[in-house]
């Protein structure tokens, strides 16, 4: 029978008493630990959300001492927290639960080192075996670390007497193959149970949304299938370019940057079948199941529905952008893409002969993210002596930025015997005060109670690997010397328009951020 005493996640509700913990972060002097993890346990303490028995221990390189670690973080905190000013007392009783230890990653004996401090630490007689390991270092390094805490003794073992917790960060993997690797590798040393594998768009509120609509409602979920729904469109668009990421992007691109990830997540959250309980496992489950139901197309099939391409040189927001082959550190021949779009389907009851479109692109006219479900033209009969085809409903379900949901529906032009389109808006803006908490510090509170719903399990990966590797196996096997081209602040390149025109779609405009900023404030 299953256990209905499992640990409460955010999704279904605050834990109300988290564990006296340590956490560990490996490769504690870089940018994600600067801009993400300390702004985020700076918000959960600020929000009351941290047990008063906790600790933080920095892993890296570095010739610091505490003093400079703290004040390295203090400047971070001030750099990329999302609200400010930074509360003094909050950052103090942070700071002072702060510690560093200069080790190799790949040297076990700083291992021991570590364990030895975590052992030492005046709080350790509260979090005692309670350990959460944060790998936020390169992926390569991911395997060599779990082998050198389990070699110190710090994995979970039988007889300790806490939980010992592995944070992998993204990219997981570079392909199926390396994914089954590193889950064999990690699992040997961490059950799945322990391993939190991060995609933090399931940090986001508004993703978690989903499943409140889509399941909270009782008007939208009986129209959630083939018989109502034409089309579903996906979009993540940034205007960013790859910055200084070049070595990192241009050994990725888009179709593993994003979509094998976060694009996926959104994908088979917006497609799942009810879960039985808001529980992990039931979640998870059916995540994996629209996965599996996506039939493999043929490397043939895969190039006429699929659209890759690299943004050329322009201008974007008033400023010169470089062709992404001109970047630093991306090769002059680079095939690599910075925009993908696909079409999927899925092959189950509920989805057969519904088209998914996903997209997603660097250097793009609006930095957005939306969901947005096209359901079927209504018969026209009625209207036929109208000049205009009657429009098709749209929800579109807005991730970032002006969060939000939006229904798209006709009404009677006053006055005419004609249909015109109306809007419906709700933006949570208007909910009054409410705090958005960032997408990690949902995570980090999770994986501190040890409540995994939020994060992807190895078969999740490996499902969406299955998919991304045809797609990619197709792009090389075609000989080609070059790829589209599109225009930085532009809505991407010609032929993804064309993917969707072709089947007499086309894609929701992008949104209007200033009309929409005043709506959501009126
Ligand atoms: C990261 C990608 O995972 O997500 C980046 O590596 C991307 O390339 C980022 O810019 C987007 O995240 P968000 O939360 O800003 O939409």
Known sequence: MQSHKAHRSTISGYPTKIDPTAVVIFGATGDL??????????HLRKHGRLPDHFVIVGFARRPYGEKEFRALLKQSLEDYS?????????????????????????????????AHLLNSLPESKYYKD???????????????????????????QPGISGQRRLIVEKPFGTDLKSARELNSILQKYFPEKSIFRIDHYLGKETVQNLLYFRFGNSIFEPLWDRKYIDHVQITVAETQTIGSRGEYYDATGASRDMLQNHLMQLFSLIAMEPPAS????????????VLKSVPIPSSEEWLHNSVRAQYGPGILGGKTIKAYREEEKVSKNSLTETYVCVKLEIDNWRWSGVPFYLRTGKALAKQFSEICIVFNRPPCVLFANSTKKVARNWLKIRIQPNEGIHLLFNTKVPNLPALQEAKMDFYYRRYGDHYFPEAYERLLLDALNGESTLFTRSDEVEYAWRIIDALRNAWNEEEVDSIPLYAPGSMGPVEADELLRRDGRYWGPPPKEEEEIQEAES
């Open 33 to 42: 630990t600067q801009r993400k993890i300390i702004p985020a346990f700076y």
């Open 82 to 114: 999302h609200t400010h000013p930074i509360d003094p007392e909050v950052w103090q009783w942070l700071e002072e639960r702060i510690f560093y230890l200069q080790g190799d990653l790949a040297n076990p004996e700083d291992y021991v080192k570590l």
């Open 130 to 156: 309670n350990h959460l390991f944060y790998l936020a270092t390169a992926p390569k390094y991911f395997p060599i670390v779990s082998e050198n805490l389990a070699k110190a003794g710090l994995n979970p």
């Open 278 to 289: 808001l529980e992990a496992e039931s979640i998870r489950d059916e995540k994996v199941k």
